[in-house]
Protein backbone atom coordinates (compact mmCIF):
# COMPACT_ATOMS: atom_id res chain seq x y z
CA UNK A 1 0.00 0.00 0.00
CA UNK A 2 0.98 2.89 -0.81
CA UNK A 3 0.08 7.10 -0.22
CA UNK A 4 1.08 10.26 -1.99
CA UNK A 5 0.27 13.84 -0.24
CA UNK A 6 0.49 16.31 -2.42
CA UNK A 7 1.45 20.17 -1.85
CA UNK A 8 0.64 20.23 1.85
CA UNK A 9 2.91 22.79 4.01
CA UNK A 10 5.01 20.60 6.48
CA UNK A 11 5.25 21.72 9.57
CA UNK A 12 7.67 20.42 11.86
CA UNK A 13 8.80 21.62 15.17
CA UNK A 14 12.07 23.48 12.96
CA UNK A 15 10.91 23.16 9.92
CA UNK A 16 8.30 25.12 7.63
CA UNK A 17 8.34 23.89 3.31
CA UNK A 18 6.06 22.91 0.96
CA UNK A 19 7.01 19.44 -0.30
CA UNK A 20 5.28 16.09 -1.65
CA UNK A 21 5.80 13.28 1.25
CA UNK A 22 5.67 9.15 0.22
CA UNK A 23 4.62 6.60 1.80
CA UNK A 24 5.25 2.89 1.79
CA UNK A 25 3.05 0.78 4.00
CA UNK A 26 3.51 2.33 7.01
CA UNK A 27 6.65 4.67 6.82
CA UNK A 28 7.53 8.12 5.44
CA UNK A 29 9.48 6.65 2.10
CA UNK A 30 10.42 9.90 0.81
CA UNK A 31 9.86 13.54 1.11
CA UNK A 32 10.98 15.88 -1.78
CA UNK A 33 9.18 18.59 -4.32
CA UNK A 34 7.28 18.00 -6.96
CA UNK A 35 7.23 14.06 -6.79
CA UNK A 36 5.68 12.06 -9.48
CA UNK A 37 5.45 8.66 -8.66
CA UNK A 38 2.27 6.25 -8.88
CA UNK A 39 0.61 5.61 -5.61
CA UNK A 40 -2.17 3.54 -4.37
CA UNK A 41 -3.80 6.89 -2.96
CA UNK A 42 -3.27 10.43 -3.30
CA UNK A 43 -3.81 13.12 -1.25
CA UNK A 44 -4.30 16.68 -2.35
CA UNK A 45 -2.79 18.71 0.58
CA UNK A 46 -2.97 22.27 -0.90
CA UNK A 47 -3.44 25.02 1.58
CA UNK A 48 -3.21 22.72 4.41
CA UNK A 49 -0.39 22.29 6.97
CA UNK A 50 1.03 18.42 7.22
CA UNK A 51 2.12 17.75 10.79
CA UNK A 52 3.42 14.54 12.56
CA UNK A 53 0.60 12.76 14.50
CA UNK A 54 -0.17 14.49 17.80
CA UNK A 55 0.88 12.81 20.90
CA UNK A 56 -0.70 12.98 24.31
CA UNK A 57 1.01 11.79 27.27
CA UNK A 58 -1.51 12.09 29.78
CA UNK A 59 -4.90 10.01 29.64
CA UNK A 60 -6.96 7.40 32.19
CA UNK A 61 -8.73 5.69 29.81
CA UNK A 62 -11.19 2.98 31.54
CA UNK A 63 -9.22 3.74 34.93
CA UNK A 64 -11.45 2.79 37.95
CA UNK A 65 -12.05 5.65 40.44
CA UNK A 66 -11.83 5.05 44.32
CA UNK A 67 -13.73 2.06 43.93
CA UNK A 68 -17.28 3.43 42.69
CA UNK A 69 -16.78 4.47 39.47
CA UNK A 70 -14.94 4.35 36.31
CA UNK A 71 -13.45 6.82 33.57
CA UNK A 72 -16.65 7.31 30.92
CA UNK A 73 -14.18 6.52 27.62
CA UNK A 74 -12.65 2.94 27.31
CA UNK A 75 -9.66 2.29 25.02
CA UNK A 76 -11.79 2.36 21.73
CA UNK A 77 -13.74 5.24 22.23
CA UNK A 78 -11.44 7.31 24.05
CA UNK A 79 -8.91 6.44 21.11
CA UNK A 80 -11.09 6.96 18.66
CA UNK A 81 -12.21 10.75 19.88
CA UNK A 82 -8.49 11.34 19.77
CA UNK A 83 -7.79 10.58 16.24
CA UNK A 84 -10.68 12.56 15.12
CA UNK A 85 -8.84 15.37 16.78
CA UNK A 86 -5.66 14.70 15.11
CA UNK A 87 -4.25 12.52 18.38
CA UNK A 88 -1.79 9.27 16.72
CA UNK A 89 -0.50 8.20 20.00
CA UNK A 90 -1.23 8.13 23.47
CA UNK A 91 0.81 7.28 27.02
CA UNK A 92 -2.06 6.39 29.33
CA UNK A 93 -1.12 5.38 32.91
CA UNK A 94 -1.15 2.04 34.65
CA UNK A 95 -1.76 1.89 38.18
CA UNK A 96 -0.09 -0.16 40.71
CA UNK A 97 -2.52 -1.89 43.21
CA UNK A 98 -1.25 -1.41 47.16
CA UNK A 99 0.36 -4.81 48.02
CA UNK A 100 0.62 -5.64 44.52
CA UNK A 101 3.35 -5.55 42.02
CA UNK A 102 3.95 -3.29 39.39
CA UNK A 103 3.90 -6.36 36.48
CA UNK A 104 0.74 -6.78 37.74
CA UNK A 105 -0.88 -3.09 37.08
CA UNK A 106 0.60 -3.22 33.74
CA UNK A 107 -0.86 -6.40 32.72
CA UNK A 108 -4.16 -5.03 33.52
CA UNK A 109 -3.87 -2.09 31.56
CA UNK A 110 -2.50 -3.62 28.75
CA UNK A 111 -5.48 -6.16 28.60
CA UNK A 112 -7.43 -3.08 28.47
CA UNK A 113 -6.44 -1.34 25.74
CA UNK A 114 -5.65 -4.87 24.39
CA UNK A 115 -8.09 -5.45 21.36
CA UNK A 116 -9.47 -1.88 21.62
CA UNK A 117 -7.26 0.47 20.39
CA UNK A 118 -7.40 2.38 17.24
CA UNK A 119 -4.13 4.40 17.47
CA UNK A 120 -0.71 3.52 19.04
CA UNK A 121 -0.22 3.31 22.81
CA UNK A 122 1.95 2.93 25.64
CA UNK A 123 1.69 3.44 29.26
CA UNK A 124 3.79 4.94 32.44
CA UNK A 125 3.70 2.97 35.52
CA UNK A 126 2.24 4.45 38.81
CA UNK A 127 4.31 3.46 41.50
CA UNK A 128 2.18 3.54 44.73
CA UNK A 129 3.68 1.08 47.07
CA UNK A 130 7.44 -0.52 47.83
CA UNK A 131 6.44 -4.01 47.21
CA UNK A 132 9.39 -6.91 47.57
CA UNK A 133 11.10 -6.65 44.75
CA UNK A 134 10.18 -3.40 43.30
CA UNK A 135 14.01 -2.46 41.93
CA UNK A 136 14.08 -5.46 40.08
CA UNK A 137 10.60 -4.61 38.57
CA UNK A 138 11.36 -1.12 37.72
CA UNK A 139 14.29 -2.76 35.99
CA UNK A 140 12.19 -5.48 33.72
CA UNK A 141 10.05 -2.83 32.76
CA UNK A 142 11.88 -0.11 31.61
CA UNK A 143 13.56 -3.28 29.32
CA UNK A 144 9.86 -3.35 28.43
CA UNK A 145 9.67 -0.03 27.20
CA UNK A 146 7.75 1.46 30.18
CA UNK A 147 10.37 4.11 30.55
CA UNK A 148 8.56 6.28 32.45
CA UNK A 149 7.59 5.92 36.27
CA UNK A 150 4.62 8.60 37.83
CA UNK A 151 3.93 9.05 41.89
CA UNK A 152 1.95 11.56 43.58
CA UNK A 153 2.43 13.26 46.50
CA UNK A 154 -1.45 13.65 46.71
CA UNK A 155 -4.11 11.49 47.63
CA UNK A 156 -2.84 9.87 50.89
CA UNK A 157 -3.59 6.24 52.24
CA UNK A 158 -3.67 6.11 48.76
CA UNK A 159 -1.79 6.74 45.77
CA UNK A 160 0.58 8.96 47.71
CA UNK A 161 4.51 7.97 48.57
CA UNK A 162 6.06 9.44 51.45
CA UNK A 163 9.27 11.61 50.94
CA UNK A 164 11.79 8.62 51.67
CA UNK A 165 10.11 5.87 49.15
CA UNK A 166 9.82 9.20 46.20
CA UNK A 167 13.61 9.51 47.26
CA UNK A 168 14.22 5.54 46.83
CA UNK A 169 12.15 5.13 43.41
CA UNK A 170 13.77 8.49 42.15
CA UNK A 171 17.37 6.82 43.01
CA UNK A 172 16.30 4.12 41.39
CA UNK A 173 15.28 5.43 38.25
CA UNK A 174 18.22 7.68 38.21
CA UNK A 175 20.07 3.85 38.13
CA UNK A 176 18.14 3.26 35.10
CA UNK A 177 18.12 6.46 32.95
CA UNK A 178 13.85 6.57 33.30
CA UNK A 179 12.23 9.66 33.58
CA UNK A 180 9.76 10.27 36.76
CA UNK A 181 6.57 11.91 36.23
CA UNK A 182 5.27 13.81 39.74
CA UNK A 183 1.56 14.75 40.69
CA UNK A 184 2.53 17.57 42.79
CA UNK A 185 0.03 18.38 45.58
CA UNK A 186 0.34 18.39 49.00
CA UNK A 187 -2.39 15.39 50.18
CA UNK A 188 -2.14 15.26 53.65
CA UNK A 189 -2.29 19.40 53.92
CA UNK A 190 -5.12 19.34 51.50
CA UNK A 191 -6.78 16.85 53.20
CA UNK A 192 -6.91 18.97 56.65
CA UNK A 193 -8.27 21.97 54.68
CA UNK A 194 -11.12 19.36 52.75
CA UNK A 195 -12.38 18.29 56.63
CA UNK A 196 -12.16 21.75 57.75
CA UNK A 197 -14.32 22.62 55.07
CA UNK A 198 -16.75 19.56 55.71
CA UNK A 199 -17.20 20.64 58.79
CA UNK A 200 -17.98 23.83 58.46
CA UNK A 201 -20.89 22.61 55.69
CA UNK A 202 -18.93 23.72 53.02
CA UNK A 203 -20.05 20.81 50.61
CA UNK A 204 -20.45 22.40 46.91
CA UNK A 205 -18.24 21.89 43.61
CA UNK A 206 -16.35 25.05 44.00
CA UNK A 207 -14.65 23.72 47.88
CA UNK A 208 -13.00 21.37 45.63
CA UNK A 209 -11.14 24.50 44.28
CA UNK A 210 -10.65 26.32 47.50
CA UNK A 211 -9.53 23.25 49.33
CA UNK A 212 -6.53 22.89 47.04
CA UNK A 213 -4.29 26.07 46.94
CA UNK A 214 -1.83 26.82 44.18
CA UNK A 215 0.51 26.65 47.72
CA UNK A 216 -0.28 23.32 47.97
CA UNK A 217 0.97 22.36 44.30
CA UNK A 218 4.07 24.89 44.38
CA UNK A 219 5.47 23.43 47.82
CA UNK A 220 5.32 19.34 46.49
CA UNK A 221 6.81 20.69 43.12
CA UNK A 222 9.46 22.41 45.00
CA UNK A 223 9.88 19.17 47.00
CA UNK A 224 10.09 17.26 44.27
CA UNK A 225 12.49 19.22 42.33
CA UNK A 226 14.78 19.15 45.36
CA UNK A 227 14.12 15.03 46.04
CA UNK A 228 15.16 14.77 42.24
CA UNK A 229 17.97 17.01 42.52
CA UNK A 230 19.55 15.29 45.48
CA UNK A 231 18.48 11.55 43.70
CA UNK A 232 20.16 12.75 40.62
CA UNK A 233 16.72 12.02 37.86
CA UNK A 234 15.38 13.63 35.70
CA UNK A 235 11.81 14.90 36.55
CA UNK A 236 8.72 15.83 34.52
CA UNK A 237 5.69 17.93 36.64
CA UNK A 238 2.64 16.83 35.24
CA UNK A 239 -0.69 18.99 34.91
CA UNK A 240 1.02 22.58 35.98
CA UNK A 241 -2.03 25.08 36.84
CA UNK A 242 -0.13 27.87 37.91
CA UNK A 243 2.32 30.20 38.13
CA UNK A 244 3.62 29.58 41.72
CA UNK A 245 4.05 26.19 40.60
CA UNK A 246 5.85 27.04 37.15
CA UNK A 247 8.20 29.40 39.18
CA UNK A 248 9.76 27.10 41.02
CA UNK A 249 10.09 24.70 37.41
CA UNK A 250 11.35 27.93 35.78
CA UNK A 251 14.12 28.55 38.74
CA UNK A 252 15.11 24.70 38.31
CA UNK A 253 15.48 24.89 34.63
CA UNK A 254 17.35 28.02 34.90
CA UNK A 255 20.19 26.75 37.65
CA UNK A 256 20.21 23.55 35.06
CA UNK A 257 18.28 20.74 36.34
CA UNK A 258 16.99 18.42 34.18
CA UNK A 259 13.37 19.42 35.18
CA UNK A 260 10.60 19.32 32.82
CA UNK A 261 7.06 20.40 32.91
CA UNK A 262 3.26 20.10 30.90
CA UNK A 263 0.17 21.77 31.12
CA UNK A 264 -3.05 20.97 29.60
CA UNK A 265 -5.94 23.30 27.68
CA UNK A 266 -8.20 23.48 31.17
CA UNK A 267 -5.77 25.26 32.79
CA UNK A 268 -5.59 27.53 29.66
CA UNK A 269 -9.24 28.09 29.56
CA UNK A 270 -11.26 27.27 32.34
CA UNK A 271 -10.76 29.02 35.88
CA UNK A 272 -13.01 29.09 39.18
CA UNK A 273 -15.54 31.20 37.42
CA UNK A 274 -16.64 28.28 35.88
CA UNK A 275 -16.04 26.01 38.81
CA UNK A 276 -18.58 28.52 41.10
CA UNK A 277 -21.12 28.15 38.42
CA UNK A 278 -24.65 28.06 40.41
CA UNK A 279 -26.30 25.10 41.35
CA UNK A 280 -24.43 21.35 41.07
CA UNK A 281 -22.70 22.45 37.37
CA UNK A 282 -19.75 23.21 38.70
CA UNK A 283 -19.02 19.40 39.02
CA UNK A 284 -18.44 19.47 35.30
CA UNK A 285 -15.13 21.17 36.31
CA UNK A 286 -14.03 18.89 39.39
CA UNK A 287 -10.37 17.64 38.43
CA UNK A 288 -7.07 17.94 40.53
CA UNK A 289 -4.99 19.92 40.36
CA UNK A 290 -8.12 22.35 40.07
CA UNK A 291 -9.20 25.36 38.11
CA UNK A 292 -7.15 28.54 39.66
CA UNK A 293 -7.73 32.17 39.64
CA UNK A 294 -7.60 33.46 35.64
CA UNK A 295 -4.43 35.36 35.73
CA UNK A 296 -2.34 32.26 35.80
CA UNK A 297 -4.27 31.53 32.60
CA UNK A 298 -1.58 33.96 30.81
CA UNK A 299 1.37 33.17 32.74
CA UNK A 300 1.13 29.08 31.47
CA UNK A 301 0.72 30.64 27.94
CA UNK A 302 3.60 32.52 28.37
CA UNK A 303 5.53 29.57 29.87
CA UNK A 304 4.62 27.38 26.70
CA UNK A 305 6.26 30.08 24.48
CA UNK A 306 8.84 30.38 26.53
CA UNK A 307 9.64 26.52 27.25
CA UNK A 308 9.09 26.94 30.80
CA UNK A 309 6.71 24.76 30.17
CA UNK A 310 7.00 22.24 27.18
CA UNK A 311 3.90 20.20 26.94
CA UNK A 312 0.23 20.40 26.15
CA UNK A 313 -1.38 16.99 27.20
CA UNK A 314 -4.71 16.88 28.00
CA UNK A 315 -4.99 14.79 31.73
CA UNK A 316 -8.05 13.15 30.12
CA UNK A 317 -9.96 11.36 32.42
CA UNK A 318 -13.77 11.44 31.67
CA UNK A 319 -16.55 11.11 33.80
CA UNK A 320 -20.33 11.75 32.91
CA UNK A 321 -22.42 14.15 34.39
CA UNK A 322 -25.72 12.21 35.27
CA UNK A 323 -24.24 9.15 37.13
CA UNK A 324 -21.16 9.85 37.82
CA UNK A 325 -20.30 13.26 38.73
CA UNK A 326 -22.93 13.44 40.64
CA UNK A 327 -22.19 11.07 43.34
CA UNK A 328 -21.05 13.94 44.69
CA UNK A 329 -24.10 15.87 44.44
CA UNK A 330 -24.13 16.76 48.50
CA UNK A 331 -20.43 17.15 49.07
CA UNK A 332 -17.20 17.83 46.71
CA UNK A 333 -15.28 14.96 47.77
CA UNK A 334 -17.60 12.54 46.11
CA UNK A 335 -17.58 14.00 42.65
CA UNK A 336 -14.90 12.08 40.59
CA UNK A 337 -12.06 14.04 39.68
CA UNK A 338 -11.44 14.41 36.12
CA UNK A 339 -12.37 16.05 32.98
CA UNK A 340 -12.48 14.52 28.73
CA UNK A 341 -10.09 16.58 26.71
CA UNK A 342 -8.63 13.95 24.37
CA UNK A 343 -10.28 15.27 21.43
CA UNK A 344 -9.83 18.73 21.68
CA UNK A 345 -5.60 19.44 22.53
CA UNK A 346 -4.82 20.47 19.67
CA UNK A 347 -8.08 22.39 18.63
CA UNK A 348 -7.75 24.54 21.65
CA UNK A 349 -3.45 25.10 21.65
CA UNK A 350 -4.19 25.93 17.79
CA UNK A 351 -6.74 28.56 18.84
CA UNK A 352 -4.88 30.06 21.85
CA UNK A 353 -1.17 29.69 20.64
CA UNK A 354 -1.91 29.79 16.96
CA UNK A 355 -4.38 31.73 15.97
CA UNK A 356 -4.11 34.30 18.62
CA UNK A 357 -0.83 34.97 18.14
CA UNK A 358 1.38 33.36 21.23
CA UNK A 359 2.92 31.23 19.50
CA UNK A 360 4.18 30.12 15.81
CA UNK A 361 3.43 26.88 14.22
CA UNK A 362 6.69 25.22 14.88
CA UNK A 363 6.14 25.86 18.50
CA UNK A 364 2.86 24.64 18.23
CA UNK A 365 4.17 21.22 16.59
CA UNK A 366 7.06 21.06 18.87
CA UNK A 367 4.51 21.09 22.50
CA UNK A 368 1.60 18.36 21.02
CA UNK A 369 4.35 16.24 19.28
CA UNK A 370 7.75 16.49 19.05
CA UNK A 371 9.27 17.09 22.61
CA UNK A 372 6.45 15.16 24.54
CA UNK A 373 8.24 12.34 21.43
CA UNK A 374 11.50 13.16 22.50
CA UNK A 375 10.82 12.71 26.26
CA UNK A 376 9.20 9.72 26.56
CA UNK A 377 11.30 7.76 23.86
CA UNK A 378 9.80 7.69 20.90
CA UNK A 379 11.53 9.84 18.81
CA UNK A 380 12.30 9.75 16.00
CA UNK A 381 9.96 6.89 14.59
CA UNK A 382 7.25 9.71 16.03
CA UNK A 383 6.71 13.47 16.60
CA UNK A 384 8.74 14.03 13.59
CA UNK A 385 8.23 13.78 9.64
CA UNK A 386 11.37 12.64 8.02
CA UNK A 387 12.41 9.58 6.43
CA UNK A 388 12.01 6.46 7.91
CA UNK A 389 9.99 7.41 10.42
CA UNK A 390 5.94 6.04 11.14
CA UNK A 391 3.71 7.60 8.79
CA UNK A 392 2.00 9.37 11.88
CA UNK A 393 0.44 12.36 9.84
CA UNK A 394 -2.18 14.91 10.11
CA UNK A 395 -3.16 17.10 7.72
CA UNK A 396 -4.45 20.05 9.29
CA UNK A 397 -7.32 22.73 7.99
CA UNK A 398 -6.04 25.38 9.61
CA UNK A 399 -9.11 27.70 8.12
CA UNK A 400 -12.26 25.86 8.64
CA UNK A 401 -14.19 26.45 11.72
CA UNK A 402 -16.19 24.66 14.18
CA UNK A 403 -17.88 24.85 17.41
CA UNK A 404 -16.67 22.30 20.03
CA UNK A 405 -19.88 20.91 21.68
CA UNK A 406 -20.83 17.67 23.49
CA UNK A 407 -23.72 16.78 20.60
CA UNK A 408 -21.31 16.59 18.05
CA UNK A 409 -17.82 15.53 20.07
CA UNK A 410 -16.74 11.69 19.73
CA UNK A 411 -15.60 11.24 23.73
CA UNK A 412 -18.08 9.27 25.29
CA UNK A 413 -19.16 12.39 27.81
CA UNK A 414 -22.84 13.76 28.41
CA UNK A 415 -20.85 17.59 28.35
CA UNK A 416 -18.33 19.40 26.75
CA UNK A 417 -15.49 21.92 29.18
CA UNK A 418 -15.39 24.02 26.17
CA UNK A 419 -19.21 24.06 24.97
CA UNK A 420 -19.69 26.56 22.68
CA UNK A 421 -16.46 27.44 21.98
CA UNK A 422 -15.61 28.41 18.33
CA UNK A 423 -12.15 27.12 16.47
CA UNK A 424 -10.49 27.94 13.63
CA UNK A 425 -8.85 24.93 12.61
CA UNK A 426 -8.90 21.14 12.10
CA UNK A 427 -8.12 17.65 11.39
CA UNK A 428 -9.20 16.83 8.24
CA UNK A 429 -7.22 13.58 7.59
CA UNK A 430 -5.57 11.87 9.77
CA UNK A 431 -3.00 8.94 9.07
CA UNK A 432 -1.63 6.06 11.82
CA UNK A 433 1.24 4.34 10.62
CA UNK A 434 0.31 4.78 6.53
CA UNK A 435 -3.12 4.05 7.04
CA UNK A 436 -6.00 6.78 6.79
CA UNK A 437 -8.20 6.65 10.08
CA UNK A 438 -9.85 9.76 10.04
CA UNK A 439 -11.56 11.33 6.70
CA UNK A 440 -14.74 13.59 5.65
CA UNK A 441 -15.56 13.74 9.37
CA UNK A 442 -15.77 9.65 9.17
CA UNK A 443 -13.82 6.85 11.52
CA UNK A 444 -12.05 4.72 8.75
CA UNK A 445 -10.06 2.50 11.07
CA UNK A 446 -10.73 -0.81 12.58
CA UNK A 447 -10.77 -0.94 16.45
CA UNK A 448 -7.81 -2.70 18.13
CA UNK A 449 -5.51 -1.70 14.85
CA UNK A 450 -3.23 0.63 17.59
CA UNK A 451 0.01 -1.38 18.49
CA UNK A 452 1.63 -1.33 22.31
CA UNK A 453 4.98 0.96 21.48
CA UNK A 454 8.33 -0.23 23.34
CA UNK A 455 9.80 3.02 24.21
CA UNK A 456 13.42 3.97 24.92
CA UNK A 457 14.65 6.21 27.24
CA UNK A 458 13.89 9.51 27.25
CA UNK A 459 16.04 12.38 25.29
CA UNK A 460 16.85 15.48 27.52
CA UNK A 461 18.00 17.84 24.97
O1 LIG B 1 -8.57 14.93 38.37
C1 LIG B 1 -7.77 14.25 37.74
N1 LIG B 1 -6.73 14.80 37.21
N2 LIG B 1 -7.96 12.92 37.59
C2 LIG B 1 -7.07 12.03 36.98
C3 LIG B 1 -6.01 11.52 37.90
C4 LIG B 1 -4.86 12.48 38.09
O2 LIG B 1 -4.63 12.90 39.20
O3 LIG B 1 -4.15 12.81 37.14
ZN1 LIG C 1 -2.54 13.60 38.54
ZN1 LIG D 1 -3.79 12.39 35.40
Redesign the pocket.
Known sequence: MSTLIKNGRIITADEDYTADIFIENETISLIEKNLTIEADIIIDAKGKLVIPGGIDV?T?LD?PYRGITTSSDDFKSGTIAAAFGGTTTIIDFANQTKGKSLKEGLETWMKKADGKSVIDYSFHMAVTDLVENWQQEMRELANEGITSFKLFT?YPNDLMLDDGSIFKVMSESANLGTLILM?AENGPVIDLIIEQMLSEGKVEPKYHALSRPVAAEAEATYRAIAISEMAGTPLYI??LTCDDALKKVAEARSKGLPVFAETCPQYLYLSIDDISKPGFEGAKFV??PPVREKFHQEKLWAGLKSNDLQVAAT?H?PFNFKGQKDLGKNDFTKIP???AGIENRLHLTFQGGVNEGRFSLNRWVDIISTTPAKLFGLYPQKGNISVGADADIVIWDPNTEHTISAETHHMNCDYSLYEGMKIKGNAETVLSRGEIIIAEDKFKGKTGRGNFVKRRMPVLG
Do not use: K, L, R, T
Open positions: HHMAHVHFSDCNGG
